[in-house]
């Protein structure tokens, strides 16, 4: 796992969008795996732009997102479909019959089903990761296992509280979340993991400095993938004590 410290945050953004960027220029039909929060929000418009000006061509490309919650159609702003809608997919050239959110309403088992079914179709070259306070990555909560597949995650209170912030408040937050396995997660070709901010040091801390995989630290697994970087800004590399080689 590739650690590179940015100087500062927007920095970390625009190495990550052109990271996807360049897998995308390289291979112009590559499966994008992407994400959503406030993290992935500030990277999408250095996407936005490189194709504004000309300079990389979505018309082949085709996603898959990580996650959605429960109980929210694709048109409340707060889902994760809205959000790739409004911050990426309608402001590039890409087709969105190409693009794939799972369901968060109606039959969950049946979005399930649809949901593995679409993780098999295709490798995605590379998977954009942001991570949550408690080391979650997609919506993988900490616990004693891990889930492999795509599956049904009941949403800890640290989650519900973290989350909030996009709501009017905490009731609002959904209970419960459709996200990818972390199976499925580490079977990308390539992941990008960016995180900024002081309530990501205790995970961030555990995912560069620890020297173990933690279950209840989700964000750890991402250690052993070959091909994993992480991305994390000069403020939180020296709030977590971590000096590049
Ligand atoms: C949500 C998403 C995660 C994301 C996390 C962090 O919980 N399910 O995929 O990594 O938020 O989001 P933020 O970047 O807003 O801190």
């Given at each position: 796992?590739?650690?590179?410290?940015?100087?500062?945050f927007?920095?970390?953004?625009?190495?990550?969008a052109?990271m996807?960027?360049?897998?995308?220029?390289n291979k112009?039909d590559?499966?994008?795996g992407?994400?959503?929060?406030?993290?992935?929000?500030?990277?999408?418009p250095?996407?936005?732009?490189?194709y504004?000006?000309g300079?990389?061509?979505?018309?082949?490309?085709?996603?898959?997102n990580?996650?959605?919650y429960?109980?929210?159609?694709?048109d409340h702003?707060?889902s994760?479909?809205?959000?790739?809608?409004?911050?990426?997919?309608?402001?590039?050239?890409?087709?969105?019959?190409?693009?794939?959110?799972?369901?968060?309403?109606?039959d969950?088992?049946?979005n399930?089903v649809d949901?593995?079914?679409?993780?098999?179709?295709?490798?995605?070259?590379?998977?954009l990761?942001?991570?949550?306070?408690?080391?979650?990555?997609?919506?993988?909560?900490?616990g004693?296992?891990?889930?492999l597949n795509?599956h049904l995650?009941?949403?800890?209170?640290?989650?519900?509280?973290a989350?909030?912030?996009f709501?009017?408040?905490m009731d609002?937050?959904p209970?419960q979340?459709?996200?990818?396995?972390?199976?499925?997660?580490m079977?990308?070709?390539?992941?990008?993991?960016v995180a900024t901010?002081p309530?990501k040091a205790?995970?961030?801390?555990?995912?560069?400095?620890?020297?173990?995989?933690d279950?209840?630290?989700?964000?750890t697994?991402?250690?052993?993938?070959p091909?994993?970087?992480v991305?994390?800004?000069?403020?939180?590399a020296?709030?977590?004590?971590?000096?590049?080689?």
């Amino acid at each position: 796992m590739q650690v590179i410290v940015t100087e500062n945050f927007t920095e970390s953004c625009k190495l990550a969008a052109k990271m996807i960027a360049d897998v995308v220029r390289n291979k112009p039909d590559a499966r994008l795996g992407l994400a959503t929060g406030g993290t992935a929000e500030a990277i999408y418009p250095f996407l936005v732009k490189e194709y504004q000006e000309g300079k990389l061509d979505f018309s082949k490309v085709s996603t898959v997102n990580l996650d959605e919650y429960v109980g929210l159609a694709p048109d409340h702003p707060q889902s994760y479909r809205y959000f790739m809608d409004h911050n990426l997919f309608n402001h590039v050239n890409i087709d969105k019959k190409n693009t794939y959110v799972v369901g968060g309403t109606g039959d969950v088992e049946k979005n399930l089903v649809d949901f593995r079914r679409k993780i098999a179709e295709k490798p995605i070259d590379i998977q954009l990761l942001g991570i949550g306070e408690n080391g979650h990555i997609g919506f993988n909560e900490p616990g004693s296992t891990l889930k492999l597949n795509a599956h049904l995650e009941n949403l800890n209170e640290s989650t519900i509280k973290a989350n909030s912030r996009f709501f009017n408040s905490m009731d609002e937050v959904p209970k419960q979340a459709i996200t990818m396995g972390i199976g499925d997660i580490m079977s990308a070709k390539r992941l990008v993991l960016v995180a900024t901010g002081p309530k990501k040091a205790n995970a961030v801390r555990g995912l560069v400095l620890g020297d173990e995989l933690d279950c209840s630290n989700p964000s750890t697994v991402i250690k052993v993938h070959p091909d994993a970087t992480v991305i994390i800004d000069r403020e939180l590399a020296d709030m977590i004590g971590y000096k590049a080689e």
